[in-house]
């Protein structure tokens, strides 16, 4: 299913499988001046295919290599011979086709491989230039996009929710504080946040500012827990509640306690 809007010269293109629920997970892509900036999930690659027949696109990043985010790649790559960019720690990974859970498989698919070259330091369109920023708390090899004439920050999975409540086991919660700070002290007086789900914060350097600060709590008062000795489940349990109903549906992949395990070690 897809499901696509515009916000000033932007096309953003919601994706996900359709259940007999709905949707479970949206992603999304974005589309201006002829960069698509991630191409969503295996499932909807031939929906995207459709949408975007008519539609001018020249090139292709990928803000990290999760199958969420390159599914569409080898149908673009093969039906438009389209350049792809990515982090060049995500190179391989996109190169390869992955292994995934069952949750993962049946929600967004397993994405072919396809052929991706590392970004330069900026991306250049007909008219924009967009500069390519290192954000690896998400997970390693993960990108935004910035480009500074419009204030636009394309920050892929870096910023989901302004008050997360769970994470993959990946992810580095010390290092989402860093990526969050840097991304709010780019230069211009504007800063709009195009999230990696299809979501627009108009107010991006607020938001990230304010998820930062709560992360930098969360770490604080889970290393005095910690010290006062609580195992990572207690401080979940005091700090966040009950475990997120997320975590029995990815098998523990997404759960409140790996937010909590990554604060933890988080450096201060």
């Avoid at 999304?28 to 008519?54: K, M, N, P, R």
Wanted: proline share 4%; hydrophobic share 40%; net charge negative.
């Amino acid at each position: 299913m897809i499901s696509a809007y515009e916000f000033e010269d932007v096309t953003i293109i919601r994706m996900g499988r359709d259940n007999p629920g709905g949707v479970i997970y949206w992603t999304a892509g974005c589309l201006v001046d002829g960069l698509l900036i991630d191409t969503g999930c295996a499932h909807i690659s031939q929906e995207l295919l459709a949408f975007l027949a008519d539609k001018r696109v020249e090139v292709i990043v990928n803000t990290h290599y999760h199958e969420d985010h390159v599914g569409a790649n080898r149908a673009l790559q093969d039906k438009r011979g389209l350049r792809i960019y990515a982090h060049r720690e995500s190179v391989p990974l996109i190169g390869l086709r992955p292994e995934l859970s069952r949750y993962r498989r049946e929600v967004w698919g397993i994405p072919d491989a396809s052929d991706a070259m590392p970004t330069p330091d900026t991306i250049n369109t007909q008219s924009r230039e967009f500069r390519v920023i290192e954000t690896p708390g998400h997970c390693r090899g993960h990108i935004a996009l910035f480009e500074q004439s419009a204030g636009h920050v394309f920050s892929g999975d870096l910023y989901v929710t302004p008050t997360p409540k769970g994470a993959r086991p990946e992810e580095d919660v010390g290092q989402l504080v860093r990526d969050m700070r840097g991304l709010a002290e780019l230069e211009g007086e504007r800063l709009v946040l195009f999230t990696g789900v299809g979501s627009v914060v108009e107010d991006g350097r607020a938001a990230l500012r304010d998820c930062a600060s709560g992360l930098e709590h969360l770490i604080a008062v889970s290393k005095q827990l910690e010290a006062d000795g609580l195992s990572p489940a207690e401080i979940r349990d005091r700090i966040l509640g009950d475990e997120t109903p997320l975590a029995a549906l990815t098998d523990g992949d997404f759960s409140a306690e790996n937010l909590i395990r990554s604060a933890l070690r988080a450096e201060t």
